[in-house]
């Protein structure tokens, strides 16, 4: 590959930023305008990684790698493989339809724009980085402009909110840091050789003890950041303080950061402990689907209950990746793109709404149909999405993540079943209340549809709601060979690891030898 | 002393210091001399600065051997090369802040620059001692002129309790640090680093118990130099009260030249015992990082809250120490480098805000300075991450170097504690920033006049401190060869 792509993917909106420091902060309507070009611009040269990205082999694509700082062995090291593709390309894809959402933003356009693009490059540095050190890097550089998006444009509590992000997120990743120059030194015992390699390191042959402690760091890190129950107290004040783009970026990206470090970091890294800790996790996964969707249920707030729902939601995606199976992996990743997209149209209509009316409360509303029509629609059907409706992309990933939970433990699977109909009532409730009814409010007879700039924000999100739903296999024909080869790996090593310590815990060899690992061409059948 | 020692009075390889001095005589010659004809004494800053290049320019470059003149006493290396930058460019920059202040306070004495530069030679004899005797008088010339410069505010009280303080604090450290000195020679017949290095390895259990106690007051005189806790009382009221040009300046060499003799009296001559000392040193940087940071969550002065997060960074120092191994020396290095930048970076800030007589100090006063002065508040933003380590700055890399050493040695638990204490840090740090960005001003932004030298001191720093940060692999580098000839 001539053009490095992936760094022109990832670098592109910092020179937006440059282009945008240049301009005048008067100039509002060209600094919209360039940074909206800018994002869409990325979006269009990302489309090539999917396009050319070849589903036949499980090694790293677009490969880039330059010396960073030699004397450590940190390199400059992209890459992407089947499962970090489609978050990037979802990345890429919401930072233009949030630039446009942000139309209105008036305070400060040009800190605004350059904290969105900034965040971009930071996003999508987190998933191509092949090394742990740049990872880490774009993971800490992205809390800044996250922290002044909500600190600075968000509602009345932000500061509370946006301190709180930021602390719960350093707490977190601090551990991961030490566990990262950990493996750095455990690395170099094994093999003489420095390296932050992510690939060198899942060579690794850890004993337990040594997994268990490196475990707890990188699960604190990414606990945090998913948020898993009960770490997720940060969430809901980020997501009701943060202007609309940000709750949109937030849910739609950085969320997915936790649990793609879950499928990238943990699983193949510490495969034994990973699976000594599927109980643990499964039902802390299963407690926050519940307990989000019972919380979502009472909420007064639009934005809260949609907040909450991620909770629930994301405890899916949890689940399904320490299903330890095809389905489930598979099921998870699609589920994250899918919690994006849907969430994500979820956020940019209660700001439509919050536009509209200057209020968020359920009870403000009712009787919106007969006014508004048209938004209706869009609204109905990104509702329906998120419950997870057959034909729609929700679905998908939940009855994937279902299916390969059922495979590895029933008893999972038929507990979190009741958080997919808990979804239906919260969100039909709340669209019940919101859209249908009377009109009991005066303002509501005013309301004005949905406009164009809303109309090219939303399509290309229903769009695709309806693309997923129909024909999943264009995400899952390209992660296939990806997530098998994980499973491998971590069948492979669990293997390895458990015959060394095989006396000492004669049961876990009996399951770790036994990891669910499924044929590629099952889950091809089925869709 | 058994071996024969050439007398070796190698004029060259004090020509740094000795261009110093000279400058120094001459700033206050001429401030005597011309004062009628002077007029706003810009010709001072000038000299200084011209001083401060030319000896940069005298002691640039490596050297592959070590180069001892002066009956030993007396070192060349690599690591006092690279000390003597350090100390040069955090001089430098404090003479490019302190221009304009000095004449807004009405404190522009020519000893301000005579004072700074005799302070400056202080610590390059520091990082170039090879004896403890040496190290001794660096470190003297060093404080008795801080001790003055604290006090040049001659009017106000804070500024004469600060001078006061330090003076009678620091001359019981520096009794301490005698103590320990008369100690050693008592127990190793030596003041020669490397003749205690050798004298421990060969019949170190002759002298056992001695040793270890003139270690131990060693270290409690250097770690008053360092701010470490719990020698670390005087550190908030001399801040506050000195005049903060001195602040910045005393914030950064000198704490640099403490660790210099630190690293190199613990690393040379005491190495053989390093399992001893690193014991202490440990629960001292314990003490430093988590008191330092705690106490500076409740500050609301600028000042104060900038010198508990010195205290704070000296914890963290103390930690690459205790790792006691050539990655933590070298992330020593790093990390005073990268500290140079950030917190004359943020004095500068400060400094440039500040009114006189101290005003426009709180945290509090700077609500709405995002809108008001963009760019001063990024570039504030920017040194402040870096002090919390946040990527792509310098003090992230810095943290890392260090951190990465404590867990080479095999420390995880301090290095646990220090990465708890660096989410704390973010806290404090952090709060400065919502005050600019997410606070409505309290009260009116005076009119700032800002002198061009000032402003050449911010973008060093900033420029310093991003390409630490995003481009550190030279430096590093650097470092490394720093420690090479070092034993």
Not at chain 2, 267 to 294: C, D, P, R
Request: hydrophobic share 55%; charged share 10%; with cysteine.
């Amino acid at each position: 590959m001539s053009l490095p792509l992936l760094s022109l993917i990832t670098f592109l909106p910092i020179i937006g930023v440059f282009l945008i420091l240049l301009m005048d902060s008067k100039d509002r309507e060209l600094i919209r305008l360039t940074s909206l070009l800018v994002s869409t611009i990325v979006f269009f040269i990302s489309l090539p990684l999917y396009f050319n990205f070849d589903s036949h082999t499980y090694d790293m694509q677009f490969v880039e790698k330059l010396r960073w700082i030699p004397s450590f062995g940190i390199n400059y090291y992209i890459g992407i493989d089947g499962i970090s593709l489609f978050l990037i390309l979802l990345a890429t894809f919401l930072t233009p339809i949030s630039v446009l959402a942000s139309w209105h933003v008036t305070k400060n356009v040009k800190e605004y724009m350059i904290a969105m693009l900034t965040l971009e490059t930071a996003m999508v540095g987190v998933f191509v980085s092949l090394d742990a050190f740049l990872f880490f890097v774009f993971w800490e550089l992205m809390l800044i402009p996250m922290y002044l998006l909500i600190g600075i444009w968000g509602g009345p509590r932000r500061v509370y909110a946006t301190i709180k992000f930021f602390l719960y997120t350093t707490a977190g990743s601090v551990f991961m840091f030490l566990a990262i120059i950990g493996l750095y030194f455990l690395n170099y015992r094994a093999t003489d050789e420095y390296t932050f390699s992510l690939l060198e390191f899942y060579r690794l042959d850890l004993s337990f003890a040594v997994q268990f402690w490196l475990f707890i760091a990188f699960f604190l890190a990414f606990a945090i950041k998913v948020p898993m129950f009960p770490f997720h107290t940060w969430l809901p004040d980020a997501h009701v303080e943060a202007p609309t783009a940000g709750s949109v970026i937030l849910a739609g990206v950085l969320l997915k950061m936790g649990t793609y470090g879950f499928i990238r970091f943990c699983l193949p890294l510490f495969p034994e402990v990973s699976y000594a800790f599927i109980p643990v996790i499964s039902w802390m996964a299963i407690v926050g689907i519940i307990y989000g969707a019972l919380v979502a249920l009472v909420q007064d707030d639009l934005k809260k209950l949609v907040a909450y729902s991620s909770v629930s939601h994301l405890g899916f995606v949890m689940l399904g990746i320490f299903a330890f199976n095809i389905q489930g992996i598979e099921g998870s990743i699609t589920q994250m793109v899918n919690h994006g997209l849907s969430t994500g149209a979820l956020f940019l209509i209660v700001g439509m709404l919050y536009e509209r009316r200057h209020t968020r409360m359920i009870a403000d509303f009712g009787g919106l149909t007969k006014r508004i029509p048209v938004f209706a629609i869009f609204f109905m059907i990104v509702t329906l999405s998120s419950i997870g409706l057959p034909g729609l992309n929700g679905f998908v990933g939940e009855f994937l993540i279902l299916v390969g939970t059922f495979k590895s433990r029933i008893l999972y699977a038929s507990i979190a079943t009741s958080g997919i109909v808990l979804a239906a009532v919260y969100m039909l409730w709340m669209f019940q209340r919101v859209m249908f009814n009377e009109i009991t409010h005066e303002e509501n007879k005013m309301l004005k549809d949905i406009s164009k700039r809303e109309l090219v924000i939303l399509i290309p999100i229903v769009f695709l709601i309806f693309w997923i739903g129909i024909y999943p296999n264009s995400l899952l024909r390209k992660m296939d060979t990806s997530v098998n080869h994980l499973l491998m790996q971590i069948g492979e090593k669990a293997n390895i690891v458990s015959v060394a310590q095989g006396q000492k815990n004669p049961n876990q060899l009996k399951h770790n030898s036994i990891p669910k690992i499924d044929i590629v061409s099952e889950s091809k059948q089925e869709w | 002393m058994t071996n024969v020692s050439v007398m070796t009075f190698n004029i060259l390889s004090v020509l740094p210091i000795l261009v110093l001095a000279g400058f120094g005589m001459i700033v206050l010659f001429v401030d005597i001399l011309f004062s009628k004809r002077l007029g706003d004494k810009n010709i001072l800053a000038y000299l200084s600065l011209a001083g401060i290049i030319i000896a940069a320019i005298v002691s640039r470059g490596t050297t592959p051997i070590a180069l001892y003149s002066f009956n030993e006493t007396f070192v060349i290396d690599n690591y006092s090369l690279f000390f003597n930058f350090i100390f040069l460019l955090s001089t430098g920059l404090v003479i490019l802040i302190s221009h304009q202040y000095m004449k807004r306070e009405n404190i522009n004495y020519g000893e301000y620059y005579a004072l700074i530069l005799f302070s400056t030679i202080g610590m390059m004899l520091m990082a170039s001692g090879a004896d403890l005797l040496n190290i001794y008088i660096g470190l003297e010339v060093m404080s008795i002129s801080i001790y003055v410069l604290t006090g040049l505010k001659r009017s106000k009280l804070t500024s004469n309790e600060a001078s006061l303080k330090y003076f009678l604090l620091g001359a019981f450290a520096t009794g301490f640090l005698l103590y320990g000195v008369s100690i050693i020679y008592g127990a190793t017949g030596s003041f020669n680093l490397k003749e205690i290095a050798d004298f421990l390895i060969n019949k170190g259990d002759v002298t056992g118990p001695f040793v270890y106690l003139g270690v131990g007051l060693i270290i409690i005189g250097l770690g008053f130099k360092v701010a470490s806790v719990p020698f670390h009382a005087w550190v908030p009221d001399v801040y506050e009260g000195a005049p903060t040009a001195v602040t910045a300046f005393m914030s950064v060499g000198p704490k640099a030249a403490a660790f210099a003799a630190f690293i190199r009296i613990l690393m040379t001559a005491f190495g053989s015992t390093h399992y001893e000392w690193q014991k202490i040193v440990y629960v001292l940087a314990i003490l430093t990082m988590t008191v330092g940071n705690v106490v500076a969550v409740a500050q609301t002065n600028i000042k104060r809250m900038l010198a508990y997060s010195s205290i704070a960074h000296a914890g963290y120092l103390l930690v690459a120490l205790v790792a006691a191994n050539t990655l933590g020396v070298s992330g020593m290095l790093f990390y005073l480098l990268t500290y140079v930048f950030m917190n004359i970076g943020v004095f500068a800030i400060v400094i440039i805000l500040s009114q006189r007589n101290d005003g426009f100090m709180q945290i509090n006063d700077y609500a709405g300075l995002g809108y008001k002065h963009p760019l001063l508040a990024i570039a504030m933003t920017l040194f402040l991450l870096s002090m919390a380590g946040i990527p792509p700055t310098a003090g992230f890399i810095g943290k890392f170097y260090i951190f990465s050493a404590a867990i080479k040695s095999g420390y995880i638990g301090l290095a646990v504690i220090g990465m708890i204490n660096s989410v704390i840090s973010v806290y404090y740090y952090l709060r400065v920033t919502v005050v600019m960005y997410m606070q409505e001003p309290v009260r009116e932004f005076y009119p700032l006049t800002i002198s061009p030298f000032i402003v050449a001191a911010v973008v060093i720093s900033v420029i310093g401190t991003l390409h630490l940060g995003i481009f550190p692999s030279k430096i590093m580098e650097l470092v490394q060869q720093s420690i090479l000839t070092m034993r």
